[in-house]
């Protein structure tokens, strides 16, 4: 495990959650230059996230042949429960408060579509956005999942080549044409590949660990984030994001044996699926009671780390473990039922 990773995950997600806060709150127009960062570039989170599930999937089953299925049901047990159940109460929210949300609207059809990982229109008007907002980048994971289950069925050697012939035909054929949704052609889906070479780079020892040559990248990296916009996302943010993982990774030893950075790092999926729900009762409470954005987002911000760790302990790593135990005894369980049917 790398602690390094842990930081910047944390890191990550709350930068999602600064950038929903500016959002919510001020519908993206605030002052300042923190504010103005956080609301134009806040987003750059996602990227980060995608460059470290492309190192993390790529490093977490290379040697370790499996069959395809068994990797899907792993990111599913791992990726699914705590999906649902969040967007489980997000419908809640719409169902009772939608009318006091803006461009909130809620359809069931929506709802089953963004259940199943399939993008789709949201009600609201705006974009390809599920029920829960913040899946629509699920959607890129389980996608990018789905294509990387088949390197499985080829020689090691062929891994990468194949998951990039497979993720190129997807992204700039297949949904060009129309063949999938054109969702999926955001050059977005690219910043896995980066993430898969800087674990290819991680595998071989190639990244040299030091400190001031990783925090000229890091400082490099922040200046074009800050100074270039999304209109090229993959260039203008995944390549400094990928730079930022490279930096992080190379600063391993300042990292390293930190628990705390751990915790946070473990808490960081609950946090990115939760903090929009706190968000809003914030923003009502905020509305409704004329309380200072500020100071309701200073609460927000401990509500969700709470409610983040326990949500990772109870529903993700809790639940997790039991599915896969019940899913591995029924596995067991097949070959000896099948032997007594031929016994009997």
């Known amino acids: 495990m790398l602690y390094s990773l842990q930081a910047l995950r944390a890191f990550a997600a709350w930068m999602v959650v600064c950038h929903h806060f500016m959002q919510i709150f001020f519908d993206f127009h605030a002052s300042g230059p923190i504010g103005h960062f956080l609301s134009h570039r806040g987003a750059v989170g996602v990227d980060?996230?995608?460059v470290i599930s492309g190192m993390v999937i790529y490093l977490s089953t290379r040697d370790k042949p499996q069959a395809p299925h068994r990797f899907l049901l792993n990111r599913v047990l791992r990726i699914v429960p705590a999906y649902w159940f969040y967007t489980a109460l997000m419908t809640l929210l719409l169902l009772t408060a939608s009318r006091w949300m803006p461009h909130q609207v809620f359809e069931w059809q929506h709802l089953f579509l963004s259940l199943l990982f399939i993008p789709a229109e949201n009600p609201g008007g705006y974009g390809?956005?599920?029920?829960?907002?913040?899946?629509w980048t699920l959607n890129f994971e389980m996608f990018f999942y789905?294509?990387?289950s088949l390197v499985f069925v080829v020689p090691q050697r062929f891994h990468l080549l194949l998951v990039t012939g497979v993720l190129l035909v997807a992204s700039e054929v297949l949904s060009r044409f129309g063949l999938i949704s054109g969702f999926y052609g955001n050059d977005i889906i690219y910043e896995f590949l980066l993430g898969i070479g800087i674990g290819m780079l991680h595998r071989r020892g190639l990244i040299v660990e030091g400190l001031w040559l990783p925090m000229a990248i890091l400082a490099a990296a922040g200046l074009a984030i800050y100074h270039l916009d999304a209109s090229m996302r993959l260039l203008h943010w995944g390549l400094p994001s990928a730079l930022v993982v490279l930096a992080c990774v190379a600063l391993e030893p300042s990292f390293a044996g930190n628990r705390v950075l751990k915790a946070l790092g473990d808490c960081s999926y609950s946090v990115y699926l939760i903090h929009v729900l706190v968000l809003y009762g914030g923003?009502?409470?905020s509305e409704r009671l004329g309380l200072n954005p500020y100071a309701v987002f200073a609460l927000c911000?401990?509500?969700i780390g709470i409610a983040s760790w326990v949500s990772y302990q109870k529903l993700e790593r809790?639940?997790?473990r039991r599915m896969s135990a019940w899913c591995e005894a029924r596995r067991v369980a097949r070959p000896e039922l099948a032997l007594s049917r031929v016994n009997y």
């Not at 390809?128 to 899946?135: A, E, R």
């Open 48 to 50: 980060i996230f995608f």
């Open 128 to 135: 390809l956005y599920p029920t829960l907002n913040v899946g």
């Open 283 to 285: 923003w009502f409470a």
């Open 146 to 148: 789905l294509l990387f």
């Open 301 to 303: 911000v401990p509500l």
């Open 318 to 320: 809790g639940l997790y």
